[in-house]
């Protein structure tokens, strides 16, 4: 998943993400305020955005606005250190509110587990079809299946999100550094190859095309 920062140093950048890469595959991109926060937004997908509180209402108010316009599932998760301010943040339609323990990334990141936890897992375990996120692993019934680099991302990401349907823009938005630098092709060749590996041990396919809209995983 792709995940934005506001307001952060980018050191505890840096150890907030090894705390999350625990859990998830993801991408971390920190914006310095809110106006650098609006530039990420404007250009990439997020299914999370994590704000250190600002002080100024009006320009948080309208960030939030945006972002749930744009995408309605984006979770939003503010911090601050005035615990007066948590029911007006929760007002503006904040997913959660972060008052103590600011400081710990690792509790932070256990926050954000918390609150993804319904889209994001270590592992899928489908039948006889085992992907074993943490590790990079996948096996079906008992044989170990080779996937690497953003193939296997790839098929971790549309099988923790099973039945739903994500556009090659949305895949590499949630995997790629740099998006604007992926080809729509990068993901065709990798969704190809995926299913020609997993077609030799499995015998038919996971992931499945919806005709204009993208691909989803179902077992």
């Not at 926060?37 to 997020?46: G, I, V």
């Not at 948590?86 to 503006?92: E, K, R, V």
Request: aromatic share 12%; proline share 1%.
């Amino acid at each position: 998943m792709r995940i934005l920062t506001v307001g952060f140093s980018d050191e505890y950048v840096k150890h907030l993400e090894t705390e999350l890469d625990k859990y998830f595959i993801c991408i971390v991109d920190n914006a310095k305020d809110m106006y650098d926060a609006t530039n990420f937004t404007d250009f990439r997908h997020y299914e999370l955005v994590i704000i250190v509180d600002e002080g100024v209402r009006f320009s948080l108010e309208r960030y939030v606005n945006e972002v749930k316009k744009k995408k309605s599932e984006t979770k939003i998760i503010i911090l601050t250190s005035n615990y007066r301010q948590q029911a007006g943040f929760f007002a503006l339609g904040v997913d959660d509110v972060v008052y103590q323990h600011c400081e710990y990334p690792d509790l932070v990141a256990a926050r954000v587990l918390a609150n993804m936890r319904h889209l994001f897992g270590t592992k899928v375990d489908v039948g006889k079809l085992v992907i074993d996120i943490a590790n990079k692993k996948i096996e079906y019934d008992e044989k170990i299946v080779s996937l690497n680099g953003k193939t296997f991302d790839i098929l971790a990401y549309l099988a923790l999100r099973k039945q739903r349907v994500f556009s090659k823009d949305e895949i590499i938005n949630a995997l790629w550094e740099e998006p604007e630098y992926v080809s729509d092709n990068t993901v065709e060749v990798a969704i190809n190859q995926i299913r020609k590996r997993l077609k030799q041990i499995l015998g038919f396919q996971v992931i499945h095309t919806v005709r204009r809209r993208g691909y989803k995983f179902s077992y």
